[in-house]
């Protein structure tokens, strides 16, 4: 695959080709075929462009594992159609995709609209775990649960063959660009950057949604200035297929009150402003400071990376269980153990969890065997993998030591591979 393939989209454009462009963005687990009933009404307005994401569809299994690379991908992909400013609607991780797109190119997006979208899409434990199933037991188990989450149930029994086509849909996605995806939206969170998107928007919730509920939208209008909110009722996640009518309504009035006034062109830069170079008698002063700052940057970032790989329960209970005789200690692992050492990229993190596990084995710390199977599962490694590095421990680490190591990785994996149909707590697929 060249380098332009890969950093471009499947797409299609339909409508007047001198109107004004409107993007739509699909969720996860879906095609653009997900927009088709608004097709009809907004190509009498607009040039419309749908994209489908990596492995859905028809579309290369070229994985993004981020909202932002999302982004730049569907940037890429307008740039090869000489095509600078357009309006935005995106459906939950097409949502997600909008805020990164107003964020990264404010001066391009005119309007945006948001619909069954959140500044945090549940907790990243949630879509990691979902991950890890997913490597174990496939996409059979997400697709079987989907027309629960995507649909009322009022729907759901009077559409069976819309429903069948999402199930469908989502067993067809290629699973490693899924889990990327997943991977994506356990990192999003604009909480703190929704005050810097300066286009009008609109966001949209169905009334029923349980995956990103009204409170979610409601978050995102108080984040957003000037952001207005929409309740469409009898409709779940899936708004734009469930009531195609009332978002295609919604969508044209947004756009048509925000395209001229957006279509004026961004504001002037701010002028740029070069410091004076310090005083001699202050460098002492900065260098400290600077020190300081990169002490903190090490935390900042370890304390990332450590809950990408054990997840956010377990450094909870690590961070608050602490006080100030063990501050340091956990100020002290985050930074070097997790700021210094795991952000390095000599090697990748599946490696890096398969030396881990070895060496727990070898000095028999069981209990952090088990969070670090956990961790070994969300950095890719499959259970077989698992297995094969505990047989390979038993050669050099001796049977003993092995065999308690086995009865630890069975428990974990057993408790994190199980999908979700069998569990009691139903905690896994929260949606996206």
């Known amino acids: 695959m060249s380098d332009t393939t890969a950093k471009t989209l499947q797409h299609r454009l339909e409508g007047p080709e001198h109107a004004p462009l409107l993007v739509l963005g699909p969720a996860l687990g879906t095609t653009w075929h997900m927009w088709d009933r608004q097709i009809p009404e907004l190509t009498r307005h607009w040039r419309v462009l749908r994209f489908d994401l990596p492995g859905h569809g028809g579309s290369p299994a070229y994985s993004a594992d981020s909202a ?3 982004a730049e991908r569907l940037l890429a992909t307008l740039d090869t159609l000489g095509i600078e400013r ?6 939950a991780l097409g949502g997600a995709i909008g805020v990164q797109l107003a964020l990264r190119a404010p001066q391009r997006v005119t309007s945006l609209a948001l619909i069954s979208s959140s500044p945090r899409f549940a907790t990243p434990d949630s879509w990691r775990q979902r991950g890890v199933v997913i490597r174990t037991n496939g996409l059979d188990p997400i ?11 009022t729907f759901a029994a009077a559409q069976p063959a ?19 995806a997943c991977e994506a939206l356990a990192s999003f969170d604009a909480r ?3 005050d810097r998107i300066g286009v009008g928007t609109l966001v949209v919730a169905g009334a029923d949604d349980q995956v990103t509920p009204p409170a979610e939208a409601r978050a995102l209008v108080a984040g957003i200035p000037d952001a207005r909110l929409a309740i469409v009722p009898g409709a779940s996640h899936l708004t734009p297929v469930e009531q195609p009518g009332a978002v295609t309504d919604l969508l044209i009035r947004h756009f048509t009150t925000t395209w001229q006034e957006s279509a004026a062109g961004p504001p002037a830069p701010a002028p740029v402003i070069t410091p004076s170079p310090p005083q001699a008698s202050a460098v002492a002063e900065l260098e400290s400071a600077q020190a300081a700052a990169a002490r903190t940057d090490a935390y900042d970032t370890g ?3 450590r809950r990408e790989v054990l997840g956010d329960a377990h450094v909870d209970r690590a961070t608050e269980g602490s006080d100030a005789f063990t501050d340091d200690f956990q100020h002290f692992v985050t930074r070097y153990a997790w700021g210094e050492v795991w952000t390095r990229t000599g090697i990748d993190r599946r490696t890096r969890s398969v030396i881990t596990l070895t060496a727990l084995v070898a000095r028999g710390h069981l209990d952090e065997l088990a969070f670090h199977t956990r961790a070994a599962l969300r950095n890719g490694l499959t259970p077989d993998e698992i297995k094969e590095v505990l047989l390979h421990t038993a050669v050099y680490c001796g049977v003993p030591a092995a065999n308690s190591a086995f009865a630890v990785a069975q428990r974990v994996i057993r408790e994190e591979t199980t999908p979700e149909d069998r569990r009691d707590a139903g905690a896994l697929v929260d949606g996206e």
């Open 68 to 70: 932002d690379a999302f």
């Open 86 to 91: 357009f309006g935005y609607a995106g459906c």
């Open 143 to 153: 697709a079987r649960t989907t027309p629960e989450h995507w649909f009322t149930s």
């Open 162 to 180: 819309i429903v069948e086509w999402a199930v469908q849909m989502v067993r067809t996605t290629d699973p490693g660009c899924y889990i990327a």
């Open 192 to 194: 703190a950057s929704l």
């Open 303 to 305: 304390m990332k990376v």
